[in-house]
């Protein structure tokens, strides 16, 4: 049968160097413009986590058309006819530069944004994505007819791809966005897609001259051809998993690392680092030898990662149970993704094989945004995906023996054991101590089993949940649901009276950070705790303005338990905004919390995000304006921006106070504030308050109050309620705006407080 026969091969480093640069580029800008556009976008839809999700959704489904248009391309046209189809491609995608949303765009206010968004992305940047997205499997699969000695397995390129994806990751946070406005940030992603555009064109140079330089000749190698055509549709089902469990693996670990352990800024950064490494290391020549050590290294290190990750966390600070996770997951993914490299097809399924994975990524993402959130109460997909990933460890075979029924048989007796302990123990914590060193040995046990994936993951998956089963019952958790915000739980606890008594209280938490407390005796369900007692800084407020405030039109953004509608008054006119609904279903039930019920039954409450919802308020509405949105350790940037406090003092009368609660234990927000407020020529007072005495559920906490004339906060400054001093200066970096921002700038140095 008739093939192109082709000249000796060429061993010229420089195309080496120009398609990986091509791939670099690409994959670079995929990874600047995806945090870049999702910017542009926060202040028109207020910053909620919708934008940042629905921007995910839209980006993997690029990916896997662009993936998929790469795949049509190069099997169904001739090297020349490709060459053309991509540079009209190209050349329409033009028409998007400059990057810009399109005029006079607004988003619906009595609709779900979601469509206008998708919408919006697709017209802004759509067909430059596109072209992007397109650039990892095209420019290998010509690479793989340029005639190169090495364009037999040009895989190893993908490597140079994901290599430009780590560093454009690192980059934007600490790098781009410290330095750089958004606005030539936008400019510059352009001036980056142009060079793309050429080096694609000189990979098509490559291509084509390599084309000119073949010559037909026969060769009757039918046999090895079928064998290259041979891709069975369990082949291709594997790939599937391989690179699924790993993808939602990520998204898993990231949430359950932001809500479980610590919601420290910029956190996902190290998941998605340690993710994107993963493909660097499994594509290079070393993967044959590496992929063998980390299959055998993986079961050493999972027994720690199961005794004191899940079993007994209590032990650990939470860096070590952080670096716990992240070497589990490192292995596991090295693990998944080595296999992956190991099981990738000749050079004729190369584009099949990646809109696979693009195809698994999509799916990873949408399961984890779109099906977790609604179907789990807690951050369940993370533990899922651990053990899916234990069962794609290399030597898993579907033969049902007797020992693989062994295998599945012991952790479901398990499990029905950890029930029935539940079921008859009274007082679990009599036993927990117990529980905990049962579990501990039984891992220990699970290493027997390593050789046997589905065995061994299924035993680490029954230890796993019954350990979570038995701290959910420890902590005594008596509400708890999960919504598109994260997870909110009510706990009851039990503290010391001032009369050395026990007494219960109910707490709120918003994955490890308490949102508020309400002790439960009638004589004291009004007095307001945590970050909004009566000692600290808004009790001093409220007492401060007490013969003054009878008519107060007040509005609080951010409402937690709802404690600080117990300072309300009977003649004031209060209004509550806050994002989450179950967070307003949870603050009015009585069950749970009972500040509103009691204290202001007739406030208004307004569900959506804070600028969007103020800015439909009338101007000069309110005498004090109470920004709560600050007491978790993630932080709504763009409504700390220049802009955003000309909203606030917009809708403030002249004599306003604007109040923001600035605790947080690894971000000076007080530097945001003080420059900005110094921008725009207004006082401000800073209070860092701590107990002088040891008070029930009286804590530390951090509070800002603005005004524009200083007379109207100088009552504060004067009185001896509480060390009000004026906020400092700074002049080490630049205004927030919602063009800038930059979290790295006001990082705690000491986390300590």
Known sequence: MNHLSKAPAVRSFSIIFLFAATLFTSASLMFVLQPLFGKILLPLLGGSPAVWNTCMVFYQSILFLGYLYAHYLSTRFSQIRQIQIHTALILISFLALPLALPENTAPPTDANPTFWLLWTLLLAIGLPFFVVSTTAPLIQKWFAHVGHHTSHDPYYLYAASNTGSLIALLSYPFLLEPNIGLANQKNDWGIGYLLLCFLIAGCAFVLWKNHQNTVPTAINDSESLIQKNHLSLATQLHWLVLALVPSSLLLGLTNFISTDIASVPLLWIIPLTVYLLSFVIVFSKWNDKIHLFMVKLQPIFLMPFIAYAFINPADLPYWAYLILHLIAFFFAVMVCHGELANKRPHTQHLTKFYLIMSFAGMLGGMFNTFVAPFVFNAVYEYPIMIVAALMLRPGLKYTFNTGLILQIITPILLIIAGVSLYATVDDLLQYFDAAVICLIFITLLTYLLRSRPLGFAFMSGAIIFIALSLHSLSSHTIFQQRTFFGVLAVRDAVLTDENGKPESYHELFHGTTKHGAQRLAENKSQIPLTYYSRPGPMGQLFKEYDNVNNTWNIGVVGLGAGAL???????????????????????????????????????????????????K??????????????????????LLTKEALELYFKKLKPNGILAFHMTNRHLSLKKVLS????ALHLAALIQEFKPQQEIPLVVATDWVVMAKNAETIKPLQLSQLGGWQKLPLYFDMKPWTDDFTNIVSIWKKDNSH
């Open 565 to 615: 509608a117990c300072y309300a008054k009977e003649q004031q006119h209060w209004s509550l905004y806050e994002i989450d609904p179950l967070m307003v279903d949870i603050a009015s039930n009585p069950l749970y919390f009972s500040y509103l019920s009691q204290c202001a039954p007739k406030a208004t409450m307004r569900v959506g995000d804070a600028r969007l919802s103020l800015e």
């Open 617 to 638: 308020e009338p101007d000069q509405q309110f005498d004090l304006l109470i920004m709560d949105a600050f007491s978790s350790d993630s932080v709504p940037t763009h």
């Open 675 to 678: 420059i900005n407020a110094e």
